[in-house]
């Protein structure tokens, strides 16, 4: 992260709090040093950022100060935040820590009554421990997704049958409950629909599919708009 960077997620992180942070807790936040934390604190302070506390106790911003403003409306807000929220607890772990900085800058612009609303959303997605195989998944299939890395699946049906496919990994769709992976399987030279948690084995291979507009997520969404998957 570029030390620019870091310092605009300093001010984002302590705008986005009512209690003291201490400097332990932003050097773990921003992934530096707790001497990195100091220093960029003291830099801010230097450069008139109204940064109140001290090193051993804790920073907060003082009140009045502002980043530039994003216009939400308290629904806006709310379905933002349960989103991202959402996206921690459901995709993987790469995304989840984007999701938590989102919601750190999203914060990081609300007043105090704003955020006093946002600590009583009633909406939580708890990140559980036995979610993490499927959330490791989760990311190796994005990774597929963006690479156009095709992928070799041992997959169980419903009735438990074992099937081998080579597939194209076209996009990841969440339906009531569950993700599934949907490719082009080059076994039924079809569109096919793979649940995460029934994918026994996958290997990324080193070959890449082309680009083709009738082997497509865009296609096979607009399939199923028209009725035609």
Same mark, same amino acid.
């Given at each position: 992260? *570029?030390?620019?960077?870091?310092?605009?997620?300093?001010?984002?992180?302590?705008?986005? *709090?009512?209690?003291?942070?201490?400097?332990?807790?932003?050097?773990?936040?921003?992934?530096?040093?707790?001497?990195?934390?100091?220093?960029?604190?003291?830099?801010?302070?230097?450069?008139?950022?109204?940064?109140?506390?001290?090193?051993?106790?804790?920073?907060?911003?003082?009140?009045?100060?502002?980043?530039?403003?994003?216009?939400?409306?308290?629904?806006?807000?709310? =379905?933002?935040?349960?989103?991202?929220?959402?996206?921690?607890?459901?995709?993987?772990?790469?995304?989840?820590?984007?999701? !938590?900085? =989102?919601?750190?800058?999203?914060?990081?612009?609300?007043?105090?009554?704003?955020?006093?609303?946002?600590? =009583?959303?009633?909406?939580?997605?708890?990140?559980?421990?036995?979610?993490?195989?499927?959330?490791?998944?989760?990311?190796?299939?994005?990774?597929?997704?963006?690479?156009?890395?095709?992928? *070799?699946?041992?997959?169980?049906?419903?009735?438990?049958?074992?099937?081998?496919?080579?597939?194209?990994?076209?996009?990841?769709?969440?339906?009531?409950?569950?993700?599934?992976?949907?490719?082009?399987?080059?076994? !039924?030279?079809?569109?096919?629909?793979?649940?995460?948690?029934?994918?026994?084995?996958?290997?990324?291979?080193?070959?890449?599919?082309?680009?083709?507009?009738?082997?497509?997520?865009?296609?096979?969404?607009?399939?199923?708009?028209?009725?035609?998957?």
């Amino acid at each position: 992260m *570029r030390r620019a960077d870091r310092l605009f997620e300093l001010v984002t992180l302590l705008r986005g *709090r009512r209690m003291a942070v201490t400097g332990r807790e932003l050097a773990g936040a921003l992934e530096v040093s707790l001497r990195t934390v100091y220093r960029d604190v003291a830099d801010l302070q230097a450069q008139g950022v109204p940064i109140d506390g001290e090193a051993g106790v804790g920073y907060r911003l003082s009140p009045g100060f502002d980043l530039p403003p994003v216009m939400f409306d308290r629904h806006e807000v709310m =379905a933002l935040l349960v989103g991202a929220r959402m996206v921690e607890a459901f995709t993987d772990p790469a995304l989840g820590a984007s999701a !938590r900085k =989102a919601e750190a800058k999203i914060r990081a612009i609300l007043d105090d009554p704003a955020l006093a609303a946002a600590d =009583a959303l009633p909406y939580r997605a708890p990140v559980l421990p036995s979610d993490a195989p499927l959330r490791e998944r989760h990311q190796r299939i994005r990774e597929a997704c963006e690479a156009r890395a095709k992928l *070799r699946l041992d997959y169980r049906d419903a009735g438990g049958a074992t099937s081998h496919r080579v597939v194209w990994p076209l996009g990841l769709l969440a339906w009531t409950g569950r993700w599934t992976l949907l490719a082009w399987c080059e076994m !039924r030279g079809d569109y096919r629909n793979f649940r995460f948690d029934r994918i026994d084995r996958m290997t990324t291979l080193e070959d890449r599919f082309p680009l083709r507009a009738d082997r497509s997520l865009t296609h096979y969404i607009a399939g199923l708009d028209h009725g035609l998957i």
